[in-house]
């Protein structure tokens, strides 16, 4: 059974930082696309960051490029999110999700095409 559980979340200032880590289990870890999602109150979820566990390929969302930095630790069944340069858009429930791809190619940011999902962690930044 693959489990999602995310950490790391919090309240900060505009301009600060902070780091989102995503404990996966049940999983073959070298066989999937992972990725940060998020979702405003109001809004519809949308994909932040997505990266492949086959080959390390990563792809961002626009509004996060040069500020978030997704990574992952294969020995430890980890995936990471560095958020630095918050924004107050910014804020909203991260969430971390999974899609079993054994054949390789590019992971998609859509979240629809993701399987698994954790329960998520709220990010705050405030002006």
């Known amino acids: 059974q693959v489990q999602l559980v995310e950490s790391g979340g919090g309240s900060v200032q505009a301009g600060g930082s902070l780091r989102l880590s995503c404990a996966a289990s049940?999983?073959?870890?070298?066989?999937?696309?992972m990725g940060w999602f998020r979702q405003a109150p109001g809004k519809e979820r949308e994909g932040v960051a997505v990266?492949?566990?086959?080959?390390?390929?990563?792809r961002y969302v626009d509004s996060v490029k040069g500020r978030f930095t997704i990574s992952q630790d294969i020995a430890k069944n980890m995936l990471y999110l560095q958020m630095n340069s918050l924004k107050p858009e910014d804020t909203a429930m991260y969430f971390c999700?999974?899609?079993?791809?054994?054949?390789?190619?590019?992971?998609?940011?859509?979240?629809?095409?993701?399987?698994?999902w954790g329960q998520g962690t709220q990010v705050t930044v405030s002006s």
């Open positions: 999700a999974a899609i079993f791809a054994p054949y390789g190619g590019t992971c998609l940011t859509t979240p629809q095409d993701y399987h698994y």
């Open positions: 049940g999983l073959n870890y070298g066989n999937y696309c």
């Open positions: 990266i492949s566990t086959r080959d390390g390929s990563t």
